[in-house]
């Protein structure tokens, strides 16, 4: 029944739980149930109370590789929607004027 976490550096109770941390991004850090105290900034793992808590190699591998599907993802999204786009563009907004009219200087008859 322990709800309020101690801080395990210094005993406080004024501790934050952390989204984001270099090291877990927006993915584990809070999965991992990172916390942070405030008043001496000793980063810790909420249920275990182990000091400056380190992401598993293998965390950091699958969030790279999220990451990686993501952008390919959005990749292969941009590119469906472009193709598509030009496959189906026949406004005639975007076809070039051919016949501008060059000014060709005549040599006069007089
Ligand atoms: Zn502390």
Same mark, same amino acid.
């Given at each position: 029944?322990?709800?309020? $976490?101690?801080?395990?550096?210094?005993?406080?109770?004024?501790?934050?739980?952390?989204?984001?941390?270099?090291?877990?991004?927006?993915?584990?850090?809070?999965?991992?149930?990172?916390?942070?105290? #405030?008043?001496?900034?000793? #980063?810790?793992?909420?249920?275990?109370?182990?000091? +400056?808590?380190?992401?598993?190699?293998?965390? %950091?591998?699958?969030?790279?590789?999220?990451?990686?599907?993501?952008?390919?993802?959005?990749?292969?999204?941009?590119?469906?929607?472009?193709?598509?786009?030009? #496959?189906? +563009?026949?406004? $005639?907004?975007?076809?070039?004027?051919?016949?501008? $009219?060059?000014?060709? %200087? #005549?040599?006069? $008859? %007089?």
């Amino acid at each position: 029944m322990n709800s309020h $976490p101690l801080c395990p550096a210094c005993g406080a109770t004024n501790i934050k739980k952390l989204f984001y941390t270099m090291q877990g991004g927006f993915i584990w850090t809070p999965f991992l149930n990172f916390m942070k105290c #405030r008043s001496c900034g000793a #980063r810790f793992q909420g249920q275990t109370g182990q000091l +400056d808590p380190q992401v598993p190699k293998w965390m %950091r591998i699958i969030s790279v590789m999220i990451i990686m599907g993501f952008i390919g993802l959005l990749f292969g999204v941009v590119a469906t929607l472009s193709s598509l786009r030009a #496959r189906n +563009d026949h406004s $005639p907004v975007l076809v070039p004027i051919s016949k501008v $009219p060059t000014p060709t %200087r #005549r040599p006069s $008859p %007089r």
